[in-house]
Nanobody
Framework: QVQLVESGGTLVQPGGSLRLSCAAS????????IGWFRQAPGKEREGLSC????????YYRDSVKGRFTISRDNAKNTVYLQMNSLKPEDTAVYYC??????????????????WGQGTQVTVSS
C-alpha cells in the first residue's frame, strides 16, 4: 500500500536549520510529484513546496522562497525539505503528500491523494 512517512521534526531555535525527510513506499516513486505542507494550530493547512517527477522542477510558496529547499532522491524514494533561517511562525506540523504533477496541484490539498502522518517542528528559544 502507498505510504509516506515524514521524519526530522524537532525543537529548534530561531535562526536555526532543519532537514525534513519524506520516505515513500508502495508506488513507483519516480512517476509522482511530492509536496510539502504545514498546519499550525488553528490555521488551515498550507502548501509550501513541490517537486515534480520530470526534471525535478521545484515550486515554492513566496513566504518560504529563499529559506526552504526541496529535493528528491529517487534511488532512496525520499524527498527532503531543507529549512533554514527558521522563525517562530514556522512552528507547525509538516506533512508530505503525493500528487500527479506540481503544476496540476497548485497546492490544492484535494489534488494530493496520499498524505503522511506529519512531523512536528517547533521553533522557539
Amino acid at each position: 500500500q502507498v505510504q509516506l512517512v515524514e521524519s526530522g521534526g524537532t525543537l529548534v531555535q530561531p535562526g536555526g536549520s532543519l532537514r525534513l525527510s519524506c520516505a515513500a513506499s508502495g508506488f513507483t516513486f519516480r512517476n509522482y510529484a511530492i509536496g510539502w505542507f504545514r498546519q499550525a494550530p488553528g490555521k488551515e493547512r498550507e502548501g509550501l513546496s513541490c517537486i515534480s517527477s520530470i526534471r525535478d522542477s521545484t515550486y515554492y510558496r513566496d513566504s518560504v522562497k529563499g529559506r526552504f529547499t526541496i529535493s528528491r532522491d529517487n534511488a532512496k524514494n525520499t524527498v527532503y525539505l531543507q529549512m533554514n533561517s527558521l522563525k517562530p511562525e514556522d512552528t507547525a506540523v509538516y506533512y508530505c503528500a503525493r500528487t500527479q504533477a506540481c503544476e496540476y496541484s497548485d497546492f490544492e490539498t484535494t489534488r494530493y491523494d496520499y498524505w503522511g502522518q506529519g512531523t512536528q517542528v517547533t521553533v522557539s528559544s
